[in-house]
């Protein structure tokens, strides 16, 4: 079983600022990991992701996540926010066979403040 | 880039009746398509996955005769939730994998928002 822990339920920033999103999980086997993101009443987005190789993954609109394996963490990072990254964002992790099904945390609301 | 679509976006219904979500992939095939389920202010809840030409792979505790789900194409996917009541109000969001190399991200739909009165 995996399970994925974002202990921020919502993270208050002003614009320009830089904002980190906290990810834990938990899982008995290798994982896959990702961070999506949510506008109101929408589907998701795919913002990172995580496979192998190098730790530190640089995604879409400037967020870049960095895989931590000793401390099981995939926190998100922007230099920078702007307004419009105002939305929810949700990490997720995934088993690497079989329907390769995904579980997702409970999700971070950023809010960004002008 | 890989599009899946979500029909309707929203649906209003009157409780005891059904309702019909489709989830279609645009440009790709798609052997497997998963529906989650969102409550106000939380996480997406997997509630099946959605295999063509066989039956879906229900999550514990989620009701399959509740849920009907029904892959009849490589590119539809369609959930019904019968005999609706309020408390099965939700957004329910359908993914799918364009490519089935490991570790491909999920596409996902823009959701449908069930409001059972």
């Known amino acids: 079983a995996q399970s994925v822990t974002q202990l921020d339920s919502q993270v208050p920033v002003f614009e320009e600022a830089p904002v980190e999103l906290r990810c834990n999980y938990s899982?008995?086997?290798?994982?896959?990991l990702f961070w999506y993101v949510q506008y109101p009443n929408q589907g998701l987005q795919l913002l990172l992701k995580y496979l192998s190789g190098s730790t530190l993954v640089k995604g879409i609109n400037g967020f870049e996540a960095e895989f931590n394996k000793s401390q099981t963490s995939f926190h998100l990072r922007k230099p920078s926010v702007h307004i419009s990254d105002t939305a929810e964002y949700f990490c997720a992790v995934s088993e690497t066979g079989g329907y390769q099904k995904v579980t997702f945390g409970t999700g971070t609301k950023l809010q960004v403040i002008p | 880039g890989a599009v899946v679509s979500q029909h309707p976006s929203w649906v209003i219904c009157k409780s005891g009746t059904s309702v019909k979500i489709e989830c279609r992939s645009l440009?790709?095939?798609?052997?497997?398509m998963f529906w989650y389920r969102q409550f106000p202010k939380q996480s997406l809840m997997l509630m099946a996955t959605s295999n063509e030409g066989s039956k879906a792979t229900y999550e514990q505790g989620v009701e399959k005769d509740k849920f009907l789900i029904n892959h009849a194409s490589l590119t539809l996917s369609t959930l019904t939730v019968t005999s609706a009541h309020p408390e099965d109000s939700s957004f329910y969001i359908c993914s799918a994998r364009d490519l089935q190399g490991s570790g491909s991200p999920l596409h996902f739909g823009n959701g449908t928002r069930l409001t059972v009165t």
């Open positions: 440009d790709f095939q798609a052997t497997t």
């Open positions: 899982s008995s086997v290798s994982v896959y």
